[in-house]
Structure formats: C-alpha cells, structure tokens
C-alpha cells in the first residue's frame, strides 16, 4: 500500500493522509494546481494530486508523520494557504467535501453577507438548532 511505501522510504513510524479539496473556475485551474504543488515542495509536503479537470475541482492528500510537530504546523498552515488561494482565484474553499467544522471559517470571506442569510434560512427550518447543533454556525 502507498502509505506503507512512504513510511519506509522516509523512516516514518506513523504516516497520517490528511485529504482536502478546493474548487476553482476551469480558467484557473492549471495556476491554481501548480502553485499547490510549488507550495508543498517549499515546505517539503508529500501526497497525490487528483483533479476533476471538467469542474475545476482538486484533492490534495498529504502524507504527514504524525508524531512530527514540525510537520503538523505544517500541514495545518498549507490547509490555511490551499483554501485562501482557491478564494483568491475567485474559487471555493471546498470543492465535493463540503464546508465541514474545518472549513467554516473561511465562509465569510469567501461568501461575505450571504452568510448571513444561511443562518436566517437554517433558523427558520431549525429554531431549537436541534439538526447538526453547532457544525456550522457557531
């Protein structure tokens, strides 16, 4: 198995896959892909890139030790990085996976008030915020 493979070649005792995904306009695809990958090789960052070419959609699958610190601020830091580029070529922070508690925190600058009108239409459907308490709006 891969994972197994980059344990070995690299004297890691516990490889973590930590998978995300942004979505940017097909126009800005290319840009969008080669400035992750030019990312991870500067803060040498390791794992697969697959792309639904045809939406704009991209996965990024990194291979972290998880018993290394200095790789876990590193992740933690591109995930950052990966979701305000997206949002800076006019994309989203999340392409197939959804918003999720990882990425709530980039809703407001990437859909600015529209946000606002989310939380009036889930309270409208939800007043005793009983569906998903506290997953997406805190």
Do not use: W
């Not at 080669?34 to 699958?61: K, R």
């Not at 709530?104 to 008030?113: Q, T, V």
């Amino acid at each position: 198995d891969g994972i197994r493979d980059v344990e070995r070649s690299r004297g890691l005792g516990d490889v973590y896959k930590r998978q995300t995904d942004v979505c940017v306009p097909i126009s800005k695809l290319s840009d969008c892909i080669t400035e992750t990958i030019e990312d991870m090789e500067q803060n040498e960052l390791i794992g697969p890139i697959v792309s639904h070419a045809g939406d704009g959609n991209f996965h990024v699958a990194l291979l972290i030790d998880k018993n290394n610190k200095n790789e876990l601020d590193k992740l933690d830091e591109f995930l950052v990085r990966i979701s305000e580029r997206a949002i800076r070529m006019d994309g989203t922070c999340t392409g197939e996976h959804g918003v999720g508690q990882g990425k709530r925190k980039y809703m407001l600058k990437e859909l600015g008030n529209a946000v606002n009108v989310m939380k009036s239409v889930k309270e409208a459907f939800d007043p005793h915020k009983i569906m998903n308490p506290g997953k997406l709006f805190l």
